[in-house]
Every structure is written in C-alpha cells, then in structure tokens.
C-alpha cells in the first residue's frame, strides 16, 4: 500500500470548537482556492465514514480511498430524487407533480456501476454497496451477511479492501499488482 497522508486524532469532548463524541482525521488535500495545486491540512470528520476511517487508520491506500469516493458519487448520482409516500390524511388532488425524467449522467452513472458490479462479483458487489452505499462500518457488514467471529469480520475487512483495489484498477487509479 502507497504511504497515507492522513492521521487520526481523537478530540476529546472538552474541545469547544468540535461537537461531543466528534471523531476527526488530519489530512493533507490539495488547496481549491490556490492555482498551483498547493497542499493544505484539514480536519475531517470520520465517525460515519467508513472509508475515511480506514484510511486515516492507513488500512486501505489513496487509490482505494479515490476508488470508493468514485463510486460513492456515481451512486450518488444513479440515486433517484426523494420519493414520498402517500399521506392518506391529506386530501386528494388531481394533477400532482410528475417525476423528473431520469438524466444521461444518471443512465451514465447506473451502467458504470453495473459494470462494476459485474466486476466485483455477487458478494463484492453486495458488500461495496453496504459499506459504501449504506455507510455501515465493515463490522456491521460482516454481521448483515451473519459473519459473527473475529475471522470472519477479518475476512470481511479483506475482501472489501480487496474490492476497493479492483476498482482502483478499473479506473486506473492503481496499476495492477502481477504476481509471479
């Protein structure tokens, strides 16, 4: 794995400028207000980002972070607008709104990740899609798909970083890694 540029701080809750319970990773992003690419630190939060908090705890690298990030915002983007139930206290109208049509970055966005998916197989893709998609921390999914032991959840842990590096690859934000 490439070395990482992100460090984990635990702030205790005494800290006025954060929030009780904030846990926070240092990392060192490019500046998007400076012209020629300078670098800057930034705290960032990682209590409901599992990929964050892999990565500040140097578990996965800066490719598997930008690969899980891309595929976070594809399925951003394939996400279709909020659906509301019926509310069967209001009363009854006729001409409700229609349902925007779904856009090319949106069709774009879906085949990519079905693409993906193919790639990742049955179980990679269910498993991208709950860490990545649902934001549950690999423990949680380890026991969604009833993996209860430490080896289990370890195994888990390995095959999501393992996902992360496939797609990596796929979009060329890693080179293969070739074993002779």
Request: charged fraction near 25%; include cysteine.
């Amino acid at each position: 794995m490439a070395k990482t540029l992100c460090e984990t701080v635990y702030v205790p809750s005494q800290t006025a400028d954060l929030t009780i319970n904030s846990v926070v990773a240092v990392a060192i992003v490019t500046d998007p207000h400076s012209d020629r690419g300078e670098k800057i630190q930034v705290v960032r939060s990682i209590r409901d980002d599992p990929l964050g908090w892999m990565h500040s705890r140097r578990q996965i690298d800066d490719a598997q972070l930008a690969a899980g990030r891309k595929w976070q915002k594809l399925h951003e983007i394939s996400t279709i607008g909020p659906i509301s139930a019926i509310d069967p206290a209001k009363e009854a109208v006729d001409g409700g709104e229609m349902r925007e049509p779904l856009t090319n970055l949106q069709i774009d966005a879906f085949k990519e990740l079905s693409k993906v998916s193919r790639e990742l197989g049955e179980f990679g893709g269910a498993l991208v899609r709950a860490v990545l998609g649902r934001g549950l921390s690999v423990a949680s999914a380890a026991a969604e798909f009833n993996f209860s032991s430490k080896y289990e959840t370890e195994y888990i842990g390995r095959r999501f970083r393992e996902c992360l590096e496939t797609l990596a690859i796929h979009w060329g934000l890693a080179a293969p890694k070739w074993k002779t």
